[in-house]
């Protein structure tokens, strides 16, 4: 941790400082210059420890401003793992040489729509079937998903095609329930930061896919990934989906440097979700091929037989014939990167 | 609902749009210009068909965008309700001729602690008092409140002042425990979109504050509150406590313009969070006076005895000096715009 | 300036990094811990100097990141000038007790509009005249402004009613000609970083007001007034003017807590646009309040007779009466805040 | 033109918009539903008359929201010109199946400097030498660039190695000198809407690039190069260099959405800048990738023999040899999407 003195701070306001620092188990070391004074605190408390003392220094009249050297993160960090970790969701690999694709609809509909399009994106090579069974929708008079009757559509699916499932869990007493039905636990952009979710998560084995949250920065993202693993959960992939911007065009500005930012600081894979990124069927595919080039593991894609039938999301969901596009084109891409797809 | 075709469109695709809205109960009515072609369609399908079919629209090939004309929202409307609503908090009002000052620290540490606070604020003359059980904390690593016993303390300092007590709630299954304690359940900012909670909020009773989301447009903020008065709720209040931008010397952006948009659209009252919103206790009577003066019907500040103790967010609380000089400077504020506090 | 380096740095690298600091004329301090290398560079190389230093220090494989201690401008900031800085404007103090309201058209469109406009809200207390000659607009079909002869305009508003005249000056080689007709000199947020016209209004003595641009932080703000003065013209006072931010229901974000930012950081005054900043006429008035009560010397608010025939931004323009109204209702804010009008 | 208008609008409401749209050149088409009422203006005003227009409609008592059904520009549009622009600069094609790498500085610092880079990105495969002679920098105290020297500098290298030369001009009065030295003027991020500059660029005919201003939607931006073309130059290019967000890892957030937005949108060519675009080294090479598989024209890269001693930029220059490598591997990408390099 660094601190750094207000101009003119007394040698009296060093010493408080100092001491606040020895208080809570750090090694002060100051360097006093004409303009300024710099507080270095080395030593190893707690995480929580340093969590804490920053604000408590940062509110005395002395202190301009408190900065963190080492990370606020550890079991995700590439440095706690340095090789990459591989998920295996019953026997489909995330996170290793073969790029993963998950596709689907936005939402579970009925049994006929969702058999559809498993056998369809199973063909043109889909690994993990999608399909929202609990939808987050920002107004309550919106379609809220089918629930549990949408879970066993599911569950029918994966038997029918031998496809693990992909499903959104968003309150933490549904998280046992979800796991009887789905293969990984998808956690929605709004719920990044639902704690209880988060720590519910972590007490179960089932693998889980941590969306970023519309406006969470990365740290904030690697944070809420150290929640689930922090409760004994390792199987979880990060999944980019667009951020919040002042451009209009897209419904999200997805954010690709996100990709080998979190492969720099974290062993975890990382999948993009160019639908909901964009918001546009237009984009999908020219983002689905950037988001390979850049090193991601994965795609999520929402796919329906009629998307403009759709009960949810339709503008930007891929038709069976133009996800079948997709999966030819990106071949070349990943075969460029050195994967296979 | 407005649907603005794309360049050149044939008959054959107005007429399917044109069908497709009539399906849903619409009536087209269509206007072809030399350059474009806009069908305008009114009549009056319930909100989830409205929200189902633009989607569904927009993934028509003819159509180049869809655009809603009515508010998606209904309960929470001005239109739905003319006059300010006033609610009554244990006989507090809010968002009547008086500001109401809800104050207290950001975390319930101890007994002495809140107690202390409790007594300084009310005699300062705050009428609300603030504290939390529950944390939702970006690391798990962070303190992560004193839960049950966190708000047997705020029961207890209710008892000893006659403040009624605010205090999160963070997961549905927790919203019967807090009710028990608080007065007000404040739904924090990262959970506005947790809409299990909301819908848990919406079957009590108890008056809830919504914080606005990070990254939330007026219109999900009240689209949010529309989830709690669906379910039966009406005592919602908002509270603005600053959005996520690009300017990095505040820990947020208070976006005061909320405050006359809510007023606007709404009948609910709103609060402005000036210490979560800036982040810096040097500005939070700034903005605590401009809050007042655009016409916010109260304010949610931290105050700790000591904040360069506190266990979260020293550096945006103020100690109880610095609160009472806030409490006096804001009088002659509010009788500037004709209220009192 | 302090250098954090990278897990595992070698005593190598650790002197690579101290003798290039060396080399620019900093006295490093090195403070090794188990995790984490830190290296205080302390001493007063000329700003150039470490302007250029940290990014070349960055390029070095062991170095993780390089922070600044010390800011990055001079005679802007409240330190070289302790005391506020109050500008005379022909007579109109910017920056001292005094509130100062600047009003008038967005657009100079003929000699009557601009004269009607002048003497009703010279009637109601606006001290400065405000007129776009020269007009900024994001497309090339639009009116782009009468230029000289709104000049011309303006300079015989300013004979009639004896009040300074504020227009935007777009381009270094108009500063000249505006300076004949006007008494302030407005650079516009899309040139905030023109640096050749700050460069030029920096070689002029005419007061300017430099509007914040559209994502700019407060720190690149300052440096961009630091041209300015810099050039030798110390006449300078800040317009916040609305941010760029996701918010769709407001044009911009006016972001309020600027003002104490401002205030804290730099001795110059600060204005508010509420016009610009909110781009809605019905919030003009509530948010002119806040921006008095938290601190700003003054406001600029387009005003126009009939504001639907406006031949730009008619949406966010007050008409004469309702200007009246904001005059009337500004007054017991600036009293409360111990200021008048 | 869409108007809607308030819930209530009464029938000379109506009646007073349809005059003012008759008075511009509009037919009026009223549709009143139960809830809303909406006006279909069609007819061809002019742009301009269209631009103005709205303002005053929105200005207007009775109208709630005023909609555009036409795209505001007109000859970068892809219906005024439904085939791909191809850029000839000098010889070099930007836009067509080869993929236009320009490379080189940030900063022209001095001829050696500038002649081994240009000879090394020229054997990589670069096709374009970009340097600064004139530079933009948000601090007066930062090296501001050689200057005239510096483009004799560039001129020099362009003789030796053939290679055509793309550098920055900031102010109009200085189009005429760059052009004698530069193939490709290069119109910065801040400069964007400097519309005089735009407007002498559109006088000249040296093919342009136009950086998008860092909080510029692709509709400003489209408007922005609408500037250039209505002068008589439509050799323009774009390059996306990253827009303004909250995420504080990277410098600024790469759009690559920007471009499939932009090929759909418009004829011309579109360069990426992920060196600008995200402010590390550590990811040019990442995002190079994705911008070429989703269907960039061309890259930006900056290059300098020793980033650490770099005058401007280190943290995000290649050296020479990473350079080397980033041209071997983007061929493959190149090949996946059927371009060449």
Redesign the interface.
């Known amino acids: 941790m660094?601190i750094?003195l207000k101009?003119g701070a007394s040698d009296d306001e060093v010493e408080t400082v100092s001491q606040?620092l020895r208080d809570h188990g750090y090694q002060p070391?100051v360097?006093?210059?004409?303009?300024?004074t710099?507080i270095?605190a080395?030593?190893?408390p707690?995480?929580?420890e340093k969590?804490?003392v920053a604000?408590?220094?940062?509110?005395?009249e002395a202190v301009e401003r408190v900065?963190f050297?080492?990370k606020?993160?550890k079991l995700v960090s590439r440095?706690s793992h340095p090789a990459d970790s591989v998920l295996d969701i019953q026997g489909v690999k995330v996170g290793g040489q073969q790029i993963c694709v998950m596709a689907g609809p936005c939402s579970v509909e009925n049994r006929e729509q969702v058999m559809t399009t498993a056998q369809a994106v199973r063909e043109s090579g889909a690994q993990i079937l999608r399909g929202g069974a609990y939808k987050?929708?920002?107004?309550?008079?919106?379609?809220q998903g089918l629930g549990l009757e949408g879970l066993e559509i599911l569950a029918a699916a994966r038997k029918a095609t031998g496809m693990p499932v992909i499903t959104e869990v968003?309150?933490?007493?549904l998280v046992e329930q979800v796991c009887e039905y789905a293969d990984v636990l998808q956690i929605g952009a709004?719920?990044m930061?639902?704690?209880?979710?988060l720590k519910e998560v972590g007490r179960c084995r089932t693998p889980a896919m941590l969306k970023r949250?519309?406006?969470s920065?990365?740290?904030?993202w690697l944070?809420?990934a150290?929640?689930i693993l922090?409760?004994g959960n390792s199987n979880v992939m990060f999944c980019e989906r667009g951020?919040?911007?002042?451009?209009?065009?897209?419904r999200f500005?997805?954010?690709?440097?996100a990709?080998?930012?979190i492969k720099?600081a974290s062993h975890l894979p990382i999948i993009v979700d160019p639908s909901q990124?964009?918001g546009r069927?237009?984009?999908v595919i020219?983002?689905s091929?950037?988001?390979?080039?850049?090193?991601a593991d994965g795609l999520l894609i929402e796919v329906h037989p009629h998307?403009?039938?759709?009960?949810?999301?339709?503008?930007q969901?891929l038709d069976i014939a133009q996800f079948n596009t997709l999966m030819h084109d990106l071949k070349?891409?990943a075969?460029?990167?050195g994967r296979s797809l």
């Open positions: 660094i750094i101009h606040k070391n360097t006093r210059g004409v303009e300024d710099i270095a080395i030593g190893s707690s995480l929580s969590e804490m604000p408590q220094l940062q509110a005395l900065l050297v080492s606020p993160y440095e987050p929708r920002t107004s309550p008079y919106d379609f968003m309150t933490p007493s709004r719920n930061q639902n704690y209880d979710l949250g519309l406006s920065t990365i740290e904030e944070k809420a150290e929640y922090a409760g951020i919040r911007t002042f451009e209009p065009s897209t500005t997805l954010d690709l440097s990709v080998p930012a720099k990124g964009t069927r237009d984009m020219a983002m091929k950037a988001a390979i080039a850049c090193g998307p403009e039938d759709a009960m949810s999301d339709g503008q969901t070349p891409i075969a460029a990167v």
